[in-house]
């Protein structure tokens, strides 16, 4: 009996390091890349970094493209919180404009996070099946924005998604001026309000 104790400790233990490591692992990755942009995580800095050998790093996430990947799956679980508390926050009629907010400012205060989501090429499934729950999550609070539409609202959740991202890349581009970003808020929700009626 004592040597099962021991042994389901020594697993829970195990399990429990490794997970610690992964979670070191992603967090130095996304330093790194806040700093310094997304190019400089490669598997050599982040074995040199945390005192890993590189073996052990692709162990845990099989290429670097493993690592940028969990990063983007995480990032999407962050994002999904953040929307859903501004979901939860605003009464009906200011729903839409407390996520499309939320977001922008998900965007802007998380730039290299952002990008990893959706600007770098990576072997993450969306619109899938195989799309992981914390991208099913985040979809899921602009869907609620629409749940009342029928077979709409997957499509015009699409739309905000897609505006509120072209709003996010433009502004960190300079293309869109931020001074305006609360009007181009307000006028994207106009128009989906004419949509929708």
Sequence with gaps: ???????????ERKLRDREARRAQILS??????EQEGWPSVTVRRLSDEISYSQPVLYAHFGSREGILSA??????????????KARKRAKDIAMAEAIATAYLGFASSSPALYEVMFSLIL???????????EMQFAFAQLMELFRDEGSK????????WSSLHGMAELTRTKRLPRSREKARVRALIELLTCIRE
């Design 153 to 160: 609202a997957e499509v015009l959740s699409e739309m905000f």
């Design 1 to 11: 009996m004592q040597k099962k104790i021991s042994s389901s400790r020594i697993a």
């Design 71 to 84: 990063i983007a799956v995480e990032g999407f679980h962050e994002l999904g919180v953040a929307l859903e």
């Design 28 to 33: 130095v990755a996304r330093r790194i890349a």
């Design 123 to 133: 072997n993450v499934p969306f619109a899938d099946p195989g799309t992981p729950a």
